[in-house]
Every structure is written in C-alpha cells, then in structure tokens.
C-alpha cells in the first residue's frame, strides 16, 4: 500500500507562514498528481492547491497569491507553502495523490492530516 505523511503543520499568528511537507512512500511506480485540501469544523472537505506532474498548478480564488504548491519528484513529496495567514484557513489540511500502483493501477490516496490553526 501508499502511505503520505504530512508534517509542518501548527500555530500561527494572522499575517504569519507555515510550510507543510507530504512525503509519498510504497509500491509507487508513478505519482500523476498531488494536491492539497482543507476540512474546517462544520465545512466539506476542500482543495487548496494540486499539481500535475508536469507542474501545472491549480488554486481557489481563496488562497489564490498566498499559497503555492510544489514537488519534489525525486523524493515523491509535495509541499504547500503559505503566507499571509487568515483565520479562516484554521482547518486540518490532507495532502492528496494520484498513484499508479504497481500491480493495482491508478489509486487516489489520504494522508493523516495535520492541523494548522491561525489565531492570536
């Protein structure tokens, strides 16, 4: 099986930076896409950020000039770097990823989640 392990997350004044990192491990042979999503209390699951593996990246209007996605191939990890933190991005963020397992196919995987909480 994949596993993705988030890490990075925690407390964060308005206005700060947090870098989460999601780190893809087993039986991968490709890795077609990864992204990034957000669960607040009350609220349906939503994407944040995704990159293909070409790069192409993708962002809601919300985060859109304050987030920003990237990879790391070689070390089959994603990263999301945010800046200009609000409150109301306080959510448990899971990284996501499109795997082509060996011997399975193209298999959609979760992280854990790691919580980030904006607050002063």
């Known amino acids: 099986q994949v596993k993705l392990v988030e890490s990075g997350g925690g407390l964060v004044q308005p206005g700060g930076s947090l870098r989460l990192s999601c780190a893809a491990s087993?039986?991968?042979?490709?890795?077609?896409?990864m992204g990034w999503y957000r669960q607040a209390p009350g609220k349906e699951r939503e994407l944040v950020a995704s990159?293909?593996?070409?790069?192409?990246?993708d962002y809601p209007d919300s985060v859109k000039g304050r987030f920003t996605i990237s990879r790391d191939n070689a070390k089959n990890t994603v990263y999301l770097q945010m800046t200009s933190l609000k409150p109301e991005d306080t959510a448990v963020y899971y990284c996501?990823?499109?795997?082509?397992?060996?011997?399975?196919?193209?298999?959609?995987?979760w992280g854990q989640g790691t919580q980030v909480t904006v607050s002063s």
């Open positions: 996501n990823a499109l795997v082509y397992v060996l011997r399975m196919g193209h298999q959609n995987f």
């Open positions: 087993g039986s991968i042979f490709n890795i077609n896409a």
């Open positions: 990159i293909t593996n070409g790069g192409s990246t």
